[in-house]
């Protein structure tokens, strides 16, 4: 996911699907692709040190033979499958084996205590009893895994009165967003992220409200810079630090994950961000297909033009004039 702004040789990149193999060969076949990449990647350029290059340099053809000489074996054919999105499921989940397993959202994966809220201090007494895993997801939310049937009212108890599952009520909008860490942790942030997506989701949480999107999930992402630690290229709205209180806006990518989105408008100042997305929500309300997700609307619509492309994420896409909306036919 990391690039450096200004420089098109970076750039983010979506995985290529190259073959299948059986449960027993993923450890061997994911040694083989490190020695690869040990043996092929470009050692004298830290920003073009990247799997992903070695692979778009010497293309995927190559890579699969080279990967199956040193396997012994042929790959499989790649198998059919689907995502549907790319979020966590919240709350309880039945598993497999007679077990349960509660997700809890923790906004931006900051577990902490405040006088309203003592997130740290019931996680730490769930901890004290329970006996299966503790789990932390893509999101970075915490997965309670592996709870007995004999345990859960237990832990079912400590969820209650330390009011944790209260989080799990939080917006759908709010559920779907994510942030790195960035100022004042994070040596390379050129923005806030963490400390300030909270409350821009605040004043989101009113627009969407005001364009009757409420039950509508939108993934929106924020980084303090461009190396692309809280996967924002992945992000229907991203916001991606470009200097102190200013950020590249991204528009466009899709729901499941499937396709990365593109630049909207650089170096936004926060203060502009909300009378910038307001109109495109309220377009999204006004002349969305049904079932249609916000990433897939603008490009539709005509409000970003990608081309699937590394500029994508180097060059506005956006059109010099407004576009007119492309309507259902």
């Not at 000489?69 to 995502?83: D, M, N, T, V, W």
Request: charged share 25%; proline share 6%; hydrophobic share 40%.
């Amino acid at each position: 996911m990391g690039m450096a702004h200004g420089q098109q040789e970076t750039y983010a990149r979506l995985a290529d699907v190259i073959g299948f193999c059986r449960p027993e060969q993923a450890v061997d076949v994911a040694e083989k692709v490190v020695t690869l990449q040990r043996d092929f990647g470009d050692r004298t350029d830290r920003k073009h040190a990247r799997l992903k290059y070695t692979i778009a340099d010497r293309g995927t053809v190559w890579f699969r033979t080279e990967l199956e000489r040193r396997l012994g074996y042929a790959l499989g054919s790649p198998r059919r499958f689907e995502f549907t999105d790319t979020g966590d499921r919240y709350g309880w989940v039945e598993g497999p084996h007679g077990t349960a397993h509660f997700t809890l959202f923790i906004e931006n994966g900051r577990v902490k205590d405040t006088p309203e809220y003592r997130m740290k201090t019931g996680l730490r007494e769930i901890a004290r009893i329970h006996r299966g895993d503790f789990r932390l997801t893509p999101n970075q939310h915490l997965m309670i895994a592996g709870v007995t049937a004999a345990e859960r009212p237990r832990i079912e108890e400590l969820l209650r009165s330390h009011r944790l599952a209260d989080a799990n009520r939080a917006s759908v909008l709010r559920l779907s967003s994510m942030a790195c860490v960035a100022l004042p942790t994070c040596g390379l942030a050129l923005a806030e992220s963490e400390r300030y997506l909270p409350d821009l989701i605040t004043a989101l949480e009113t627009e969407v409200e005001a364009a009757g999107l409420r039950d509508d999930a939108i993934i929106i992402r924020m980084t303090g810079c461009p190396n692309g630690c809280g996967r924002p290229y992945l992000a229907e709205i991203a916001m991606v630090g470009r200097a102190p209180g200013k950020y590249n806006v991204y528009l466009g990518a899709a729901f499941n994950g499937s396709r990365l989105n593109a630049l909207y408008k650089p170096s936004v100042p926060a203060a502009e961000l909300i009378p910038l997305l307001r109109p495109l929500l309220q377009q999204y309300a006004a002349e969305r297909r049904p079932g249609e997700r916000f990433g897939d609307f603008v490009i539709r619509a005509g409000i970003i033009v990608p081309t699937g492309t590394p500029s994508d994420l180097h060059v506005s896409h956006a059109p010099a004039v407004a576009a007119t909306p492309v309507l259902a036919t």
